[in-house]
Every structure is written in C-alpha cells, then in structure tokens.
C-alpha cells in the first residue's frame, strides 16, 4: 500500500491488532491498513487491543492495552510494576520463549542488515529472576526510589524488584541518606561488599559526570573469576564497567578463551578491556613470554586495570580512544574486542583488520550492531566462524554475543 493510501493514525486510538513477529529493541510488529506499529508488551500470533502512543514518518508506536486471544507463552508478571518500570519488558513472557524470541532478533538483524543467515541459541546464564548485581535508580522529588518509565524521565516509586539480588533490593537502601532528586548507584562483589553511591540528576545533556557521594562501602569492590586457568581477583571502581549479571564474567570468559584458543608466547589485543576481564583470564594462557595490549578510553577503567596488572610486566594498559589508539599497533596474534552498545564502527574494523590477528573475538551486547561490523569484517576478508548468544539480561530484550572471526582461505 502507498504511503498516501496508509491510513493516518491518531495517538490515543485504540486498534485491534494481530501481532505479527518479535523486533529489534523489546517491540513486536503489528500492521492496520498498512501502517506499521511496534507494540509493546505483546507476543507473536496474539490478537491485542493497542493504544497509540507515538507517531513517526514511517510507522506507530503503541501498547497492548487488552488481550483477546492470548499466546500460550503468555504468563503472569512476577513483578507488580511491569508495563510501568522501564527496566523489563518481557516480563509478561515465560522463559523459554523470551530465548526463543531473542534468537530470532539476531536472525533477523544479521540477514537484514549483513545479508547473512545465523541460527543460534540463546543460551541460559543465570535464574530470571535474582540475577542483578549493579543497578541505577532515581529518587523523586519526594524521596521515593524508584525506575524510569519507559521513554521518560518520570520515576516509578518502587519498593522490591525481583531481578536484583535481594542483598541490594531497595527495602535495603536508606531513603534518608540518600535524598531527593538523585542518581544512585549500587553494586554488590562476588565476596559480599556492597557500594551505593548518590549524584545529582543530570540536567540537560551535561557531559561532565556529576560529584559522585558514595554513601557506603569504599571507593572499589572486588570481583572473584573462576576459568578453567584458576581464580583471579579483580578490583572496580565504582564507576567502572562491570558485567551485571551474577554469572556473566565467569561465562563470557569461558566463551571467548574458548573461541581465542590461545597459546603460549602469544600476543592479545584487549579492545575496550575496562579493568582487564579477558587480559586476566588469557594471561595463563600465554605465559610470561606472550603479551597483552589493553586500549580503554575510560581513564578510570584503566587505572583499575594498572592496579590489577601491577605485577605483570607484559601487561600493556593504553588509556585513550579505540580509533586512535589501534593505529599505532602493528600486529597482535588473537584481537578480543568488547565495545559499547554502539559497535566498533568501521574504522575501528578497518584498522584492525590490518593488524592481521589469526583470531578476532568480538563481543557484543546489541545484534544490530553487531550484524552491521559483521559485514564489515566480510567485506575485508574475515569469516564468521562461529557465534553463541547469551541470556544475560532476563525479563529484558537485551542479549550477549560472543562472535569468533578468522582470515578467509584464499583458494
């Protein structure tokens, strides 16, 4: 149907819909009369009633407000606030088909935008519920802490979420110390520590991070990581990135040691390594004849990174941005790359490739970019070779990949 055929839709219009598939970002396809609508809160082959809330050029937004004739995967929310909080939104989803959905969304990011078929399973990680280890939240002009509505600055008061680890659920949390009107961060270590720290509210789009108050716990935590290698401690910032599931560091470690196959004498390239996840674990691998090259642009990621390697001498810490920094490297045998939710970027793919790594292990916690640097590696002569997918964020439509790259043979 032509656009100047498409039926104009209202916001506030309720529709009655048939959902058609699972997209990108948490949403589900429906179509009325031609006009595209991604819908929150439904599931494939259901028929909904959809509230219009937002309007595009190209297609609606909307919200399942009824249920006519439900999916059988449909189930009670564990938590009262879903469909409010902004945190999950798959919480109306038994468990099993949020994986299932999460493997179509690769699929479908990867033969849209790579032009590439994959097939993988989401794999479990953890419980669905009591996984969380580090969270932010907001307190209202009230004091009530609380999660963002979905697309909005307006908090939702809340008083338990089921996916924190209840050691940091807000009943644990002191609303008079932490005050009205602001940020609050709270991690929990593998040993039990806990950190909660306050901010003020950004305003506008203030770049610079506000004056951070850490109201307890100290200045770091320290995280345990098993391998098949051993044990290693690490120690965090409280501002540093840091895996938030339970169980994600010691799974995305045995997946890209894995992939990486690593060997004596070898040197790795740790792009975007923050506090050193992947150099720790590798470091056995290729002994004290190998090297490592850790490139973070977060000064504060690397100066964890220096505590952590201080008595590692072919440990490399390179503070400073990716694009730039990678030029200056003239080789490296295996490249693990964990950039944010925004990908590498081609300049980023282009320069490494010119590395000529023999492996490339790119984790990603967005399909489409990931699908997208797929191709560009494609185009540049490394194959995928191999992907797995992780459930690291259940009741949400976030997922993990670890994607391992090799040079094309050459007939």
């Not at 669905?128 to 580090?134: S, V």
């Not at 690593?262 to 004290?288: K, M, N, R, T, W």
């Not at 391992?404 to 043979?409: C, I, T, V």
């Amino acid at each position: 149907m032509t656009e100047s055929k498409r039926k104009a839709l209202q916001i506030g219009e309720i529709l009655r819909v048939e959902i058609e598939k699972v997209a990108h970002g948490g949403h589900f396809i429906a179509r009325h009369e031609g006009a595209v609508i991604f819908v929150r809160h439904a599931i494939p082959g259901e028929i909904v009633e959809v509230r219009i809330t937002g309007l595009d050029k190209s297609f609606a937004r909307g919200d399942v407000i009824a249920v006519i004739e439900a999916s059988p995967a449909r189930v009670n929310a564990p938590c009262e606030y879903a469909g409010n909080c902004g945190g999950c939104d798959f919480q109306h989803i038994a468990i099993d088909k949020q994986r299932e959905l999460k493997s179509e969304v690769i699929a479908e990011q990867f033969a849209r935008i790579s032009k590439m078929e994959v097939d993988v399973v989401v794999e479990e990680v953890s419980p669905a519920l009591h996984w969380r280890t580090r969270y932010a939240a907001s307190s209202n002009v009230s004091g009530e802490l609380g999660f963002s509505a979905i697309r909005s600055n307006t908090v939702i008061p809340i008083s338990s979420c089921p996916v924190l680890i209840p050691d940091i659920d807000f009943p644990s949390l002191s609303r008079e110390r932490i005050g009205k009107s602001k940020r609050i961060e709270v991690a929990i270590s593998s040993s039990g520590e806990r950190s909660v720290a306050v901010m003020d509210v950004r305003k506008g789009r203030e770049e610079k991070r506000p004056e951070v108050t850490i109201i307890e716990g100290g200045d770091f935590l320290n995280y345990e990581v098993s391998s098949a290698e051993g044990v290693r401690n690490y120690q965090v910032s409280q501002s540093s990135f840091w895996q938030s599931n339970i169980n994600a560091p010691e799974k995305l470690v045995e997946a890209v040691l894995d992939f990486a196959n690593l060997q004596l004498g070898e040197h790795l390239l740790d792009l975007y390594g923050g506090v050193g996840l992947f150099a720790g674990a590798a470091l056995p691998l290729i002994g004290s004849q190998g090297r490592i090259d850790i490139i973070e642009g977060s000064s504060i990621a690397t100066s964890d990174a220096r505590r952590n390697f201080e008595s590692e001498a072919n440990v490399y810490i390179h503070t400073g941005d990716v694009a730039k920094a990678i030029r200056s490297v003239a080789t490296a045998d295996v490249i693990v790359l964990d950039p944010p939710r925004t990908g590498a970027g081609k300049p980023v793919i282009e320069s490494l490739v010119k590395i000529k790594p023999r492996a490339i292990i790119y984790v990603a916690c967005d399909p489409a970019a990931l699908a997208r640097d797929t191709g560009y590696l494609q185009e540049l002569g490394y194959h995928l070779e191999a992907i797995r997918a992780f459930d690291l964020f259940p009741m949400t439509h976030h997922i993990e990949a670890v994607a391992l790259y090799s040079p094309r043979k050459v007939s």
